[in-house]
């Protein structure tokens, strides 16, 4: 369900763009010639517009930061109001507006498609980071888990591709597609000692899901990647972080955790001209964890403790 939004911005005027054609109607290109200089403006996001899912709060805050300091307009959603978060350090940073929805209602998706649309005649960058984990000891683990995590960390995820795809395409064009950036996790291809079964596999899916999508969108002007971080301090790692001590960080081969410029640097990559070449790619944000090491953290005092990124946070799994 959503409601109305009193720190939703009136949307800034724009310039009417000129009629593109669907990239898998353009004749081959030829890589251009001469490309944005090598400096800092290859990494400026200014002019573009981002949504970022579930960016009050946790890394999708991070990731809503990264953009608006490297110069993009950007709307974040969350379940909660705008004040129960990072929204008003967020606008203090630039241009950022405030969608409250629930993105697992089977509205929702539909609900930001039609508000983003009121207001906005083209998306540059589509952040899916909204999601939720589960953990519990694998004989206690409830079917109605997979259902919620599979959900909102694979399903809504793909839907909101679907619907914002339109404005996804108005903003592409030749030499600059828009792009998709989907938040993954270690999890998803790497085998931790954690009870986080549906959250593994969904991230895992989520991994293929960028690929199958890159392959279909990228004839369309649109890329998608995606960034599997590793554990960050946020409320959904908190619980494995305070029961495991300091083993997560001295499993690491780097001996620390990802911190929020770990995770800007991999999105501002992928969403600037310096990843306009970068098509389904999942980049690991993990300090080395996927190497190995992630199955060497020793998980047994933290049982039933989900580890994952994103705005949403369960462990009603513990009791």
Not at 3 to 27: I, K, Y
Not at 106 to 134: C, E, F, K, M, Y
Not at 305 to 312: A, I, L, N, R, Y
Request: charged residues 20%; glycine residues 12%; proline residues 9%.
């Amino acid at each position: 369900m959503t409601t109305p939004d009193p720190h939703t911005p009136p949307p800034s005027p724009r310039q009417p763009q000129a009629e593109q054609r669907p990239a898998a109607q353009r004749p081959a290109q030829q890589p251009p010639d001469e490309g944005p200089r090598l400096g800092p403006e290859l990494f400026s996001l200014a002019g573009r517009t981002a949504l970022v899912t579930g960016g009050n709060r946790g890394v999708g805050a991070m990731c809503a930061a990264a953009l608006l300091d490297f110069g993009a307009e950007v709307v974040i959603t969350s379940r909660r109001p705008a004040t129960d978060g990072a929204w008003a350090d967020l606008a203090g940073r630039g241009p950022c507006e405030h969608l409250q929805v629930d993105l697992a209602d089977p509205s929702g998706v539909t609900t930001v498609r039609d508000r983003l649309a009121a207001t906005h005649d083209h998306l540059d960058i589509l952040v899916n980071n909204a999601g939720v984990t589960w953990g519990a000891p694998f004989e206690e683990y409830p079917a109605h888990a997979w259902t919620k995590v599979l959900n909102l960390d694979v399903a809504v995820p793909f839907r909101m591709v679907q619907a914002l795809l339109p404005l996804l395409e108005r903003a592409a064009t030749d030499g600059r597609p828009a792009r998709v950036v989907n938040l993954g996790s270690v999890d998803g291809h790497a085998v931790g000692n954690f009870d986080n079964f549906a959250y593994a596999a969904a991230k895992a899916g989520l991994h293929q899901l960028t690929r199958v999508l890159a392959h279909r969108l990228g004839p369309r002007g649109v890329t998608v990647n995606a960034v599997a971080p590793g554990p960050l301090h946020t409320k959904m790692t908190d619980g494995l972080l305070q029961s495991t001590g300091d083993a997560v960080p001295r499993a690491n081969p780097l001996g620390r955790l990802a911190g929020p410029a770990d995770v800007a640097g991999a999105l501002v990559f992928l969403t600037s001209d310096a990843g306009s070449y970068v098509n389904g790619a999942v980049v690991p944000v993990d300090g080395g964890f996927s190497l190995g090491s992630w199955s060497a953290v020793d998980a047994t005092a933290g049982a039933g403790v989900g580890v994952g990124v994103g705005e949403e946070a369960i462990e009603e799994g513990r009791g």
